[in-house]
């Protein structure tokens, strides 16, 4: 099978996906490294994988489900074509807890004042 050709590049931001991602199972792990892949690899992502959160300079949620398992990670993007990974959570309500949205903004508020 050959590789697709990405549009898109996925990074992390210092290690907040990291550690988020090392304390999950593997099928969980598989399923993040799935869509992520998919997020890299396709022009039009369905909202189902990737969604914009209402209200938000840029911040968006990459959502995942394994079972009956929903998990978020937010990411947003940067010069267009990458897209940095930061803090990541098992959701366990229906809205989005607004704590883990500051949490987002505050890290990207940090990514981009570093870059400055």
């Known amino acids: 099978m050959t590789k697709k050709k990405k549009i898109r590049t996925v990074i992390f931001y210092k290690d907040y996906f990291q550690s988020f991602f090392e304390s999950q199972k ?25 969604k914009h959160i209402e209200n938000t300079d840029g911040l968006y949620e990459i959502r995942i489900q394994q079972g009956s398992d929903i998990f978020r990670i937010f990411c947003f993007f940067d010069e267009g074509q990458i897209v940095v990974l930061m803090n990541g959570f098992q959701k366990k309500t229906r ?11 505050l890290i990207k508020r940090e990514y981009e004042n570093n870059k400055k």
């Open 95 to 105: 809205k989005t807890p607004k704590k883990e949205i500051d949490r987002a903004l």
């Open 26 to 50: 593997d099928k969980v792990k598989d399923k993040i490294i799935w869509t992520l892949d998919l997020i890299e690899e396709i022009q039009k992502i369905p909202e189902s994988y990737l």
